[in-house]
């Protein structure tokens, strides 16, 4: 079956830490892998999409990588802010399955003043 | 200038109750979706469409029914609205062929039902 899990599913840091969360597929056939960020009561926001054919992207202070042979991806907030407070949710689009792209239950970020 | 919109954001209604949320994309966009996000935050898959062809009816129950009338547009009709109904639904977009295949959404139109 494919899924997508994420760990942990809340993380609370003080500002100024560096954070990794993370994200596991069960299935390394994959097209490409996103993570989103969501607000309480908002859409969803993209921050990174890494192709199969890509190892990591980057953006300001986020940079997500992808290991398909073991099924993860994680994505890095270096010097987090109290912006940075939000669910963060990887989704995985299958090379089996492309029209049926498959979120992850989401980390609940807090970063605390 | 928005690339996913919805409408409306917010529905409140009764039990048995018909409605209809609607998308529209402007990004030039051949493939569209439904998602749901219950209570718990958990985002699942619902209808996904290309080119205004059904491809993806992921076990939802027939009271749902979407519709695409043309490729930049997608809505969402639900008949006979039940209590389990209640969540946000989200519509989104992306583009098929090499090296995309991002997904963009829209706000959520947050449905309640009573």
Same mark, same amino acid.
């Given at each position: ?44 926001? &993209?921050? =990174?999409? #890494?192709?199969? !054919? *890509? ?6 202070? %986020?940079? +997500? ?7 993860? &991806?994680? =994505?890095? #907030?270096?010097? !987090? *802010? ?6 963060? %949710?990887? +989704? ?22 | ?114």
């Amino acid at each position: 079956k494919q899924e997508v899990t994420q760990i942990p599913a809340a993380l609370s840091v003080p500002e100024g830490e560096n954070l990794v969360l993370n994200c596991s597929f069960t299935d390394s056939a994959i097209y490409n892998l996103q993570w989103f960020r969501q607000d309480p009561g908002k859409g969803l926001t &993209s921050l =990174l999409l #890494i192709q199969s !054919s *890509q190892r990591e992207q980057t953006s300001g202070r %986020l940079n +997500a990588s992808l290991d398909k042979s073991s099924g993860r &991806s994680t =994505l890095y #907030i270096a010097a !987090s *802010q109290p912006g940075d407070s939000a669910t963060y %949710l990887c +989704a995985v689009r299958y090379s089996t399955s492309y029209d049926k792209v498959i979120f992850g239950p989401g980390t609940s970020l807090s970063v605390i003043p | 200038d928005t690339a996913v919109s919805q409408t409306p954001k917010y529905l409140v209604t009764q039990m048995g109750n018909d409605k209809s949320i609607k998308c529209e994309q402007n990004l030039g966009h051949d493939t569209m979706y439904w998602y749901k996000q219950d209570s718990k935050k958990f985002l699942k898959i619902m209808f996904s469409y290309n080119n205004k062809e059904l491809i993806i009816n992921e076990t939802v129950p027939n009271r749902f029914s979407p519709k695409s009338p043309d490729k930049a547009h997608l809505n969402l009709h639900i008949n006979s609205l039940e209590l389990g109904d209640s969540a946000v639904y989200f519509c989104a977009s992306s583009k098929r062929g090499l090296y995309t295949g991002e997904l963009f959404f829209g706000e959520g139109s947050r449905l309640t039902v009573l």
